[in-house]
């Protein structure tokens, strides 16, 4: 079964699907969060992050790139103890990691978005190749669910799926190779 079989009506993978998933993002906390959550989902189901999310905003003071960039000690040892996130040493430390590159990437580019701009077009296999080089804790599904989910690479939502049409008037960047 595909997530457009099972996520319509879930009060967690519902509004995710229909309002989210696959559509194309701009924005570059939005990008940073969907990234963020991308990697802690590893070895865990998305429902898991999903329930967390609200609490992972509010960890990551709303993913702003830059807050999370300055972090140090005292902000590690916080995320390390909130017990409403996802407390692996490993994926806190990329996270913080992750926005000192995309921190660049922006300075360089003007925005991560850019920056994927600039990428596209990419298949999968090396987008995954950019992305272990980029940036920390990351790997085929990491990357490729976090393409998906923002609109760089295709297959979010069934062909058959409502949403996958109204995300084509979205005009995905994957849409327009």
Same mark, same amino acid.
Request: hydrophobic share 40%.
């Given at each position: ?11 967690f993978h519902g509004p995710y699907h ?9 924005d570059d906390a939005v990008l940073f969060?969907?990234? *963020?959550? +991308?990697?802690?989902? &590893? ?9 967390? #999310?609200?609490?992972? /905003? ?13 972090y140090g000690e005292p902000e590690r ?23 000192? *590159?995309? +921190?660049?990437?922006? &300075? ?9 701009? #600039?990428?596209?077009? /990419? ?55």
């Amino acid at each position: 079964m595909s997530y457009c079989d099972i996520a319509p009506g879930h009060p967690f993978h519902g509004p995710y699907h229909d309002t989210e998933y696959g559509f194309p993002v701009r924005d570059d906390a939005v990008l940073f969060e969907r990234f *963020v959550l +991308e990697i802690n989902q &590893a070895g865990l189901s998305w429902l898991t992050v999903l329930k967390k #999310r609200k609490a992972f /905003l509010d960890a990551f003071e709303g993913f702003d790139v830059g807050t999370v960039a300055r972090y140090g000690e005292p902000e590690r040892t916080r995320l390390l103890s909130d017990a409403g996130i996802i407390r692996n040493r490993l994926k806190i430390d990329a996270a913080i990691h992750n926005a000192r *590159v995309i +921190e660049e990437l922006i &300075a360089e580019h003007g925005s991560f978005a850019a920056w994927l701009d #600039r990428q596209h077009p /990419l298949p999968k296999d090396d987008w995954v190749k950019l992305f272990r080089k980029t940036f920390r804790f990351t790997g085929g599904e990491i990357t490729g669910e976090f393409l998906m989910s923002t609109g760089y690479l295709p297959g979010a939502h069934d062909e058959s799926c409502p949403v996958y049409r109204e995300i084509l008037t979205k005009r995905p960047a994957w849409s327009t190779v």
